[in-house]
């Protein structure tokens, strides 16, 4: 998984007075399915548009399936898949018609999937858009948005509206486009589970850049919390090198860290003669403790 499928280079993007990206640098390799995480207002809607050629940038190089994206060709268009926020499908239509006036778009549609994808996720296909609640909505996004199983996926806090069943259904069809590691997901959510059980790479999106890109897997293994117990209370100015955050309470001190060592635990232990035990950490909290550094 070497080549770039997605390559933003120094990406600046401003909205008036307001900075929103300051200078991202993102490399997707191919076969990835990664997962953007941000605070709400960090920018994730506003940088996946800019990458999809829906934004211009103010600055910097975005190369998507190989093209600029603000002039992709019709071959670029037909090897990608995009799931809005926000579905605005023609509400005069009903579900199936707009699978089928969407379908002519892509030599490649594959027709017994999308219908497999509108079964799985209960989508109503007889009424029409303007009558669909927001979930059904975001479902027939969904499908529409995979329906030619695209090369590339890119989608939007893609379950934000889906009810408990359709969201796993939702995961499993992911997993099952991915499978053969040559198609490439970026997916922006605020539910860290979701990415924890189908993301191979996690980016965050902090302060308009991208602070942290990397394997999940690895993500996990390095940043950690060390729960010390020393055999007498320990000073307020107490504090581990590399420290994300500490934590001070009497005896017991909770360190998150970036990274751990044998020789780093062993010194702890000798010098406050303390019991140290090395905790995992979800996703969820790692976020935290990364963004708060």
């Not at 590691?181 to 970026?186: F, G, I, K, P, S």
């Given at each position: 998984?070497?080549?770039?499928?997605?390559?933003?280079?120094?990406?600046?993007?401003?909205?008036?007075?307001?900075?929103?990206?300051?200078?991202?640098?993102?490399?997707?390799?191919?076969?990835?399915?990664?997962?953007?995480?941000?605070?709400?207002?960090?920018?994730?809607?506003?940088?996946?548009?800019?990458?999809?050629?829906?934004?211009?940038?103010?600055?910097?190089?975005?190369?998507?399936?190989?093209?600029?994206?603000?002039?992709?060709?019709?071959?670029?268009?037909?090897?990608?898949?995009?799931?809005?926020?926000?579905?605005?499908?023609?509400?005069?239509?009903?579900?199936?018609?707009?699978?089928?006036?969407?379908?002519?778009?892509?030599?490649?549609?594959?027709?017994?999937?999308?219908?497999?994808?509108?079964?799985?996720?209960?989508?109503?296909?007889?009424?029409?858009?303007?009558?669909?609640?927001?979930?059904?909505?975001?479902?027939?996004?969904?499908?529409?948005?995979?329906?030619?199983?695209?090369?590339?996926?890119?989608?939007?806090?893609?379950?934000?509206?889906?009810?408990?069943?359709?969201?796993?259904?939702?995961?499993?069809?992911?997993?099952?486009?991915?499978?053969?590691?040559?198609?490439?997901?970026?997916?922006?959510?605020?539910?860290?589970?979701?990415?924890?059980?189908?993301?191979?790479?996690?980016?965050?999106?902090?302060?308009?850049?991208?602070?942290?890109?990397?394997?999940?897997?690895?993500?996990?293994?390095?940043?950690?919390?060390?729960?010390?117990?020393?055999?007498?209370?320990?000073?307020?100015?107490?504090?581990?090198?590399?420290?994300?955050?500490?934590?001070?309470?009497?005896?017991?001190?909770?360190v998150a860290i970036p990274t751990i060592s044998d020789p780093l635990l062993d010194s702890l232990r000798q010098e406050w003669q303390a019991d140290v035990t090395v905790e995992d950490l979800n996703l969820e909290e790692i976020f935290?403790?990364?963004?708060?550094?």
């Amino acid at each position: 998984m070497n080549e770039c499928v997605i390559d933003a280079k120094n990406v600046h993007k401003r909205f008036g007075k307001t900075k929103v990206l300051n200078g991202v640098d993102l490399c997707v390799p191919r076969g990835a399915v990664v997962g953007l995480l941000g605070t709400n207002g960090s920018g994730k809607s506003t940088l996946i548009k800019c990458l999809l050629g829906l934004l211009s940038c103010d600055a910097g190089d975005v190369l998507t399936l190989g093209e600029d994206p603000w002039d992709f060709t019709a071959e670029a268009k037909e090897r990608l898949g995009y799931g809005p926020q926000e579905a605005k499908l023609y509400p005069w239509m009903k579900s199936a018609q707009i699978v089928d006036y969407t379908a002519a778009f892509y030599p490649n549609w594959d027709d017994a999937w999308a219908k497999e994808l509108m079964t799985r996720w209960d989508v109503e296909t007889d009424k029409r858009a303007g009558t669909l609640s927001v979930g059904q909505l975001q479902k027939l996004s969904l499908v529409l948005a995979l329906g030619h199983r695209p090369d590339l996926l890119v989608l939007d806090e893609p379950v934000a509206s889906l009810d408990p069943k359709a969201r796993r259904e939702f995961l499993r069809s992911l997993v099952e486009i991915t499978d053969d590691e040559q198609h490439t997901v970026l997916f922006s959510t605020h539910i860290t589970s979701d990415i924890e059980r189908i993301a191979t790479h996690v980016a965050f999106l902090q302060d308009g850049v991208i602070s942290f890109f990397g394997g999940l897997d690895e993500l996990k293994e390095q940043v950690k919390r060390l729960r010390i117990t020393a055999k007498k209370d320990l000073p307020p100015t107490f504090t581990v090198p590399g420290a994300l955050r500490t934590e001070i309470n009497g005896r017991t001190a909770l360190v998150a860290i970036p990274t751990i060592s044998d020789p780093l635990l062993d010194s702890l232990r000798q010098e406050w003669q303390a019991d140290v035990t090395v905790e995992d950490l979800n996703l969820e909290e790692i976020f935290l403790e990364l963004h708060d550094a």
